[in-house]
Nanobody, 124 residues
Framework: VQLVESGGGLVQPGGSLRLSCAAS????????MGWFRQAPGKEREFVAG????????SYVDSVKGRFTISRDNAKNTVYLQMNSLKPEDTAVYYC??????????????????WGQGTQVTVSS
């Protein structure tokens, strides 16, 4: 199982970034996928999740209306479009896979596979 994130970087407040996570080594279309983030000195937190067919999504309150999670099962890839970025969005962002494909769970223990993370820094 391999998850590889990309798309992080430095962006000014109010800017946008799109993160991608390429998956391999498992049946991607059977898994729910999630994005988490971890800021320095803080616990890893759930950001967004999507079910196996993409019919349901869920977000942490702090990103609702600004972030959008999506997936392309033909490309084995999940995305996180981040708009109106704020300094408090600064963190390492991780994608993760959950074998319970039809539900969106939010606990870190619910996800069996993780990527290495990509840094997102929002600063002027």
């Amino acid at each position: 199982v391999q998850l590889v994130e990309s798309g992080g970087g430095l962006v000014q407040p109010g800017g946008s970034l799109r993160l991608s996570c390429a998956a391999s080594g498992f049946t991607f279309s059977s898994y729910a996928m999630g994005w988490f983030r971890q800021a320095p000195g803080k616990e890893r937190e759930f950001v967004a999740g999507i079910t196996w067919r993409g019919r349901m999504t869920s977000y942490v309150d702090s990103v609702k209306g600004r972030f959008t999670i999506s997936r392309d099962n033909a490309k084995n890839t999940v995305y996180l479009q981040m708009n109106s970025l704020k300094p408090e969005d600064t963190a390492v962002y991780y994608c993760a896979a959950d074998s319970v494909g039809g539900s969106i769970r939010r606990g870190t223990d619910d996800f069996s596979s993780w990527g290495q993370g990509t840094q997102v820094t929002v600063s002027s």
